[in-house]
C-alpha cells in the first residue's frame, strides 16, 4: 500500500485545516488507519485512527473535540479535519495504513508489523 499525504500549510492560530491522504495498491488490506505527527525536536506522537471497515475512530487526549479523523473507503482516501489549531500542532504530519490490525494502544505506538507511512504534510500554526 502507498500512501500520499497532502493539505499542510501555514495558518494562525484558530483556525481550521483539513489533511488528506491517498491511498493506493492493496487498499483492500487495509484494517486500520491512523494519522502522527512530529514537530521538530521531539519524538513522533499519535493523533487519531479509525479502523477502516467500521469507521470507529480513536484520539490521542490533546486533539480529542478539535480534529476528527474520516475515510472515504471507495476511493481509499483518510481525512484530518482540524479545528482550532494551536501553535503547538505545528509539526509534520503523516499518515499510517495497517495492514494487519492493531489495537489502539499498539496503533499509536506506531501498529503491526505490517504497516506504511505516507511523507508527511508540514503543518504551521503560527500565533
Known amino acids: 500500500v502507498q500512501l500520499q499525504a497532502c493539505g499542510g500549510g501555514l495558518v494562525q492560530a484558530g483556525d481550521s485545516l483539513r489533511l488528506s491522504c491517498a491511498a493506493s495498491g492493496r487498499t483492500d488490506r487495509i484494517q486500520v488507519m491512523g494519522w502522527f505527527r512530529q514537530a521538530q525536536g521531539k519524538e513522533r506522537e499519535y493523533v487519531a485512527g479509525?479502523?477502516?471497515?467500521?469507521?470507529?475512530?480513536n484520539y490521542a487526549d490533546d486533539t480529542k473535540g478539535r480534529f476528527t479523523i474520516s475515510r472515504d473507503d471507495a476511493n481509499s482516501m483518510l481525512y484530518l479535519q482540524m479545528n482550532s489549531l494551536k501553535p503547538e500542532d505545528t509539526a509534520v504530519y503523516s499518515c499510517?495504513?495497517?495492514?494487519?490490525?492493531?489495537?489502539?494502544?499498539?496503533?499509536?505506538?506506531?501498529?503491526?508489523?505490517?504497516?506504511?507511512w505516507g511523507r508527511g504534510t508540514q503543518v504551521t500554526v503560527s500565533s
Open positions: 499510517l495504513a495497517d495492514l494487519e490490525g492493531s489495537s489502539w494502544y499498539g496503533l499509536a505506538r506506531g501498529g503491526s508489523s505490517s504497516v506504511s
Open positions: 479509525i479502523r477502516w471497515s467500521s469507521g470507529t475512530t
